[in-house]
């Protein structure tokens, strides 16, 4: 990167191993150095990617409309991501506003179908999801938000099948891993529950406690107490040492 400071590629590697080893702060300073740099649509693009990652929706909407400003050709693609953006802030006029002015169905449909969840109506949310999947059915956040909407409406095997299909397109987009293995959970299924919550911490959820957590309740469900105790200590030294203290309290019990 010394050698090449407006290789956006070599810059967006190092930042990725930055994050992976939890230098979030080191990351997001080269990213936006990125941008200082180059002004490229590109380079707002990796750190709008890279801060809606980190949860910061509000600051990857920033980058994204900078990216518009910088890449007019990219505008359709680029106003999803704002239209997208909105809806996790819960902007949801303005995300319905800009829905519509995309040309492109599939983008349409698939906001239209966040809207409606976010707004309380799942059977709607699902209709335009199946419209938008018709299109774009490699598209594994739209699987995984139809699997949520079917949920709702209690199509469990609908939710099922969406939450497969969302981690057979991509195994680390989504917490399609984290609510198929808690829909396992609930319907007794312990031994899927397990294995898909592993594949949760080890693809997606490693610094979030939440897939441990649920991976001690099958396990010690399926009376797997030594992995369970196990997980206890990984959960421990992921950094959620009372998290690990209540989980082990529970595997005793």
């Known amino acids: 990167l010394v050698q090449a400071p407006e290789n956006l590629q070599i810059r967006a590697s190092l930042a990725s191993r930055y994050e992976s080893n939890g230098k979030v702060d080191e990351a997001r300073a080269l990213l936006a150095e990125g941008v200082e740099l180059l002004g490229t649509g590109q380079a707002y693009m990796h750190l709008g990617d890279f801060e809606r990652r980190s949860g910061h929706p509000d600051k990857a909407l920033e980058a994204i409309d900078g990216a518009i400003q910088a890449s007019p050709e ?5 106003d999803f991501l704002k239209a997208d953006l909105l809806v996790d802030l819960k902007r949801l006029d303005e995300a ?3 829905a519509n002015t995309l040309s492109e169905p599939a983008f349409r449909d698939l906001i239209r179908g966040r809207i409606l969840l976010a707004r309380g109506d799942p059977s709607g949310a699902l209709t335009s999801f199946d419209s938008g999947l018709k299109r774009w059915p490699n598209n594994a956040g ?22 497969r299909e969302a981690l057979r397109v ?7 891993a984290y609510a198929l293995s ?28 939440e897939g441990f957590l649920l991976f001690i309740r099958a396990a010690t469900a399926l009376g797997s107490f030594d992995s369970a105790r196990r997980t206890a200590t990984a959960l421990e030294q992921a950094g959620f040492p009372q998290q690990a203290a209540v989980a082990r309290a529970l595997i005793e019990l």
Do not use: I, M
């Open 74 to 78: 990219l505008h359709q693609n680029l």
């Open 142 to 163: 739209a699987r995984y938000l139809a699997g949520l909407a079917a949920l709702q409406v209690g199509a469990f095997a609908r939710a099922e099948s969406e939450f």
């Open 96 to 98: 319905e506003t800009v």
């Open 182 to 209: 808690n829909l396992y959970f609930a319907q007794r299924r312990f031994q899927e529950s397990a294995d898909t919550a592993r594949d949760f911490v080890s693809n997606r959820g490693g610094r979030r406690a």
């Open 170 to 176: 991509d195994p680390a987009a989504t917490d399609a």
